[in-house]
């Protein structure tokens, strides 16, 4: 690895081998965010909508059949950039243990490759954190980025950026810029933090499924995300995708090791305004505040 300094980066009991395989609930949440992200994609691809409009979704969510939350997605294009937003809402006896209020904004350029990436981690024991994630693709490198806000400690690490990459929050835009038929059998690397993964997409026909906007015929697009190449499998998803345009995600199954949640749509609306991304500080002491 290159110019690790400091601490190891990202090192979390809860974001260890298999999703959900953490001490707390923490992994449930990085696999929702994960799995939930990649069905981002059909919505983006909306040629109705224009180049500077773009779509806010809403999901509730479910583990097992306990209600644990919710969900919002938006995008918005400008131009030849996308910007790409997510922000979780957690309620109920969940929320109640582990309390997590997270966000998570990105740049994407206007040929599909990710530039910069902003995560505000906000979480109980006073795990709060900023991270930036920026990639310089003609040097073919990935620079990370994190401020504790508790201690107010900084590190860095520079890793290589392989061509084609996508983060969990990228995804979308790299699958909607390719017809359904495509995605079946398609291989995308994935930095995720530091670690370095791959999803394997499949495609498995459409049927008419019940969403809280009502029935719809939908794609059926399986996932799944691989640690370290053949050696570990990471998790699964299971995701449909409404067939009519404009195409976004209607319904998520994601395995976890210790059950599943499924989230339903329950709205979606246009927006203009791209999500706020907080820019790389030059000036750290000023990042502090």
Same mark, same amino acid.
């Given at each position: !690895?290159?110019? @690790?300094?400091?601490?190891?980066?990202?090192?979390s009991?809860?974001?260890?081998?298999?999703?959900?395989?953490?001490?707390?609930?923490?992994g449930? @949440?990085?696999?929702?965010h994960?799995?939930?992200?990649?069905?981002?994609?059909?919505?983006?691809?909306?040629p109705?909508?224009?180049?500077s409009?773009?779509?806010?979704? =809403?999901?509730?969510?479910?583990?097992?059949?306990?209600?644990?939350g919710?969900?919002?997605?938006t995008?918005?294009?400008?131009?030849?950039?996308?910007?790409?937003?997510?922000?979780?809402?957690?309620s109920?006896?969940?929320a109640?243990?582990?309390?997590?209020d997270?966000? @998570?904004?990105a740049?994407i350029?206007g040929?599909?490759?990710?530039?910069?990436?902003?995560e505000?981690?906000?979480?109980p024991?006073?795990?709060r954190?900023?991270r930036? =994630?920026t990639?310089?693709?003609?040097?073919?490198?990935? =620079?990370? !980025?994190r401020?504790?806000?508790?201690?107010?400690?900084?590190?860095s690490?520079?890793?290589?950026?392989?061509?084609?990459?996508?983060?969990?929050?990228?995804?979308?835009?790299w699958?909607?810029?390719?017809?359904?038929?495509?995605?079946?059998?398609?291989?995308i690397?994935?930095?995720?933090g530091?670690?370095?993964?791959?999803?394997?997409?499949?495609?498995?026909?459409?049927?008419r499924?019940?969403?809280?906007l009502?029935?719809?015929?939908?794609?059926?697009?399986?996932g799944?995300?691989w640690?370290?190449?053949?050696?570990?499998?990471?998790?699964? @998803?299971?995701?449909?995708?409404?067939?009519?345009?404009?195409?976004?995600p209607?319904?998520?199954?994601?395995?976890?090791?210790?059950?599943?949640?499924?989230? =339903?749509?329950?709205?979606e609306?246009?927006?203009?305004?791209?999500?706020?991304?907080?820019p790389?500080?030059?000036?750290?002491?000023?990042?502090?505040?």
């Amino acid at each position: !690895m290159i110019g @690790f300094t400091q601490k190891k980066w990202y090192s979390s009991k809860s974001s260890r081998g298999a999703p959900g395989g953490g001490r707390h609930p923490r992994g449930a @949440f990085r696999w929702w965010h994960v799995a939930l992200i990649v069905l981002l994609a059909g919505a983006a691809g909306s040629p109705a909508r224009g180049d500077s409009t773009g779509v806010r979704l =809403t999901f509730k969510v479910r583990f097992r059949a306990i209600p644990v939350g919710g969900s919002t997605y938006t995008w918005v294009r400008r131009g030849d950039a996308v910007v790409v937003a997510k922000e979780l809402s957690p309620s109920g006896p969940l929320a109640k243990l582990y309390r997590v209020d997270d966000r @998570f904004v990105a740049r994407i350029d206007g040929h599909g490759r990710p530039t910069l990436l902003y995560e505000r981690i906000d979480e109980p024991k006073g795990r709060r954190q900023d991270r930036w =994630t920026t990639v310089d693709w003609q040097r073919g490198l990935a =620079t990370l !980025m994190r401020h504790d806000l508790r201690t107010g400690e900084w590190d860095s690490r520079v890793i290589p950026a392989k061509q084609g990459l996508q983060w969990p929050l990228t995804l979308p835009y790299w699958i909607l810029q390719r017809p359904v038929a495509e995605l079946d059998g398609a291989r995308i690397p994935l930095l995720d933090g530091d670690k370095e993964k791959e999803v394997r997409l499949e495609v498995k026909g459409h049927k008419r499924v019940r969403t809280g906007l009502g029935r719809v015929e939908a794609d059926r697009v399986e996932g799944a995300v691989w640690y370290r190449s053949e050696r570990q499998r990471y998790g699964g @998803f299971t995701a449909w995708i409404r067939r009519a345009a404009p195409r976004i995600p209607v319904r998520l199954t994601t395995k976890l090791r210790f059950g599943s949640l499924s989230e =339903t749509v329950t709205g979606e609306e246009g927006v203009a305004t791209p999500p706020d991304l907080p820019p790389v500080p030059v000036d750290r002491s000023a990042a502090e505040n």
